[in-house]
């Protein structure tokens, strides 16, 4: 039976940080759901389809994987999907208490499902869409911290405000 996994987020926009976890789950796991959940109390800076199109186009090239969007549970969407495990990253100490909630309701919820962490490489420990923003807001350099198609909707997206 195909193994398929899930990394959900929020991913306004996807950095290099997500796409090196997206990148190892696919090598891991037979297949890859990339999920964006649409119920963030978060305010977002691309709309649901952009950060779709922008993920379709970075990870187009990666056989296995593929991206979806999903309201309500994250839990329910595995469940839909036939997922068998959940995939997150995990950058520092400030992300463990966070995802150890989130992982314990959701094993509260289902509990076949696994949730399996993946350790950022270190180069991307300090990584964040927040902190990517911040810096492309103020003109800063961020070719190193995202994808091509990603650091050129930044900057139009700023240019135009
Ligand atoms: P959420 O809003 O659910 O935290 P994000 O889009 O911020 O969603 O992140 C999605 C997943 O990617 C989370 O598991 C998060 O820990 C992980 N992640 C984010 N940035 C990095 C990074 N720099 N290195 C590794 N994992 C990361």
Redesign the pocket.
Known sequence: MSKLAVV?????PL?N??L??IKRAAKIFDRVNIVI?NN?AKESLFSIEERMELIAEVTGSLENVKVETSAGLMIEYAERVGAVAVV????AVS?FEYEMQITSMNRVLDEEIETFFIM?NNQ??F???SIVKEVAKYGGNISELVPKPVEVALKKRYLAQ
């Open positions: 959900p987020g929020s991913f306004d950095t940080g997500h090196d976890i959940m963030s997150r990253g995990l950058r992300d950022t991307y420990s990584l964040s869409s």
